[in-house]
């Protein structure tokens, strides 16, 4: 089993910055990409940013592109989503998930373990 906590979630006005961290603990694999998903209320799980195992790929959703940056600590088990420049439309729960692959992948299927989320708030 791998747990995984988000934390770094609040409240912020447009056009500001947060900072999200996702601790894993508990039986990680050797090498795993891992990624960030958001939903928004009433709209499904989308696809948001991720990393492969070394930190050298990245792949971002287009309404993220030059705003968001993913990096990752394999030292602390961590993975991090820098959102700068925040829009209102980027408010939802925010997930990180690992995945089974080593490099970055889109689709939520490829993902094994999920954390429990952690909401970000845009005012306008």
């Known amino acids: 089993q791998v747990q995984l906590v988000e934390s770094g979630g609040g409240l912020v006005q447009a056009g500001g910055s947060l900072r999200l961290s996702c601790a894993a603990s508990?039986?990680?694999?050797?090498?795993?990409?891992m990624g960030w998903f958001r939903q928004a209320p009433g709209k499904e799980r989308e696809f948001v940013a991720a990393?492969?195992?070394?930190?050298?790929?990245?792949a971002y959703a287009d309404s993220v592109k030059g705003r968001f940056t993913i990096s990752r600590d394999n030292a602390k088990n961590t993975v991090y989503l820098q959102m700068n420049s925040l829009k209102p439309e980027d408010t939802a729960v925010y997930y990180c998930a690992t995945s089974t692959y080593s490099l970055p992948r889109r689709i939520q299927n490829e993902y094994d373990y999920w954390g429990q989320g952690t909401q970000v708030t845009v005012s306008s």
């Open positions: 508990g039986r990680t694999k050797s090498s795993y990409s």
């Open positions: 990393i492969s195992w070394s930190g050298g790929r990245t």
